[in-house]
């Protein structure tokens, strides 16, 4: 499984933490197609709002609409 983020750097990412011990060598691999369709789900819902408001740019305000709007992202709130 071949994703668009490095799989090196997302493990050294993850074993910053302390609390995460040694990391399975497809958990990486896991963690990025998850990465990768979170993004593809963020900036298609945002290229929506910019065709709304037929806008050629997606913005960071229509990023923060998309998170604002959409309860699934309200870790993402702050």
């Known amino acids: 499984v071949k994703t668009k983020f490095p799989t090196a750097r997302i493990k050294r990412i993850m074993q910053a933490d302390e609390e995460v011990g040694k990391v399975a060598q497809q958990t990486p691999i896991a963690v990025g197609k998850a ?37 699934q992202y309200d870790f993402l709130a702050d």
């Open 35 to 71: 990465l990768e369709l979170f993004m593809v789900h963020v900036v298609t819902k945002s290229a929506e709002i910019a065709r709304e408001k037929n806008s050629k740019r997606v913005t960071a305000h229509m990023l923060k609409q998309v998170i604002q709007s959409d309860g």
